[in-house]
């Protein structure tokens, strides 16, 4: 039984963001609408990789959360300032790694999304173990199609 889509096409919606898709990404979480919903952690890391704060902030809703280490983001806006100034700065050269590792839809517009992986800071070829995280991403289907994220929060992964 082919079950449609209501999220879209994964395919369709990252070559709208300009976004190349990398089906390995997807695990085994390969329903249409898994692999819909995971184009938002797919959106944030082709945005770390080209260190475009525009673009990392566009994945987000506009009054969406972002919880990086201490800093609570609560706009689009701020997050668009910090990850510049963070790509500016500290970040600049870094890009981030992940994988899920559970994908639950919690109604028919909103999925949660756990994530494990991290920062991979410039000049590193893997996640050093201090920079492990287990991220949790609410990710909501607009009414206009968009698939967006309204908050994301990690916390580091101990050894």
């Not at 919880?67 to 970040?91: K, P």
């Not at 991220?135 to 580091?156: E, K, M, N």
């Amino acid at each position: 039984m082919i079950t449609k889509a209501r999220w879209g096409d994964a395919s369709t919606l990252l070559a709208k963001a300009g976004v190349q898709e990398d089906t390995s990404y997807y695990g085994q979480f390969t329903a249409p609408d898994e692999k819909a919903a995971l184009t938002a952690c797919m959106r944030v890391q082709a945005a770390w990789a080209a260190n475009d704060a525009d673009a990392f902030a566009e994945v987000f809703t506009d009054n969406g959360s972002l919880l990086m280490q201490d800093n609570q983001l609560v706009s689009r806006e701020e997050i668009r300032e910090y990850m510049a100034q963070g790509f500016a700065g500290g970040l600049k050269g870094a890009r981030v790694k992940g994988w899920p590792i559970e994908v639950r839809f919690l109604s028919e517009d909103v999925a949660m999304v756990v994530t494990e992986g991290g920062i991979i800071m410039a000049g590193e070829t893997d996640i050093a173990s201090e920079n492990l995280i287990r991220a949790t991403w609410v990710i909501v289907r607009q009414p206009d199609g968009q698939v967006r994220l309204v908050s994301h929060q990690s916390s580091p992964v101990k050894s």
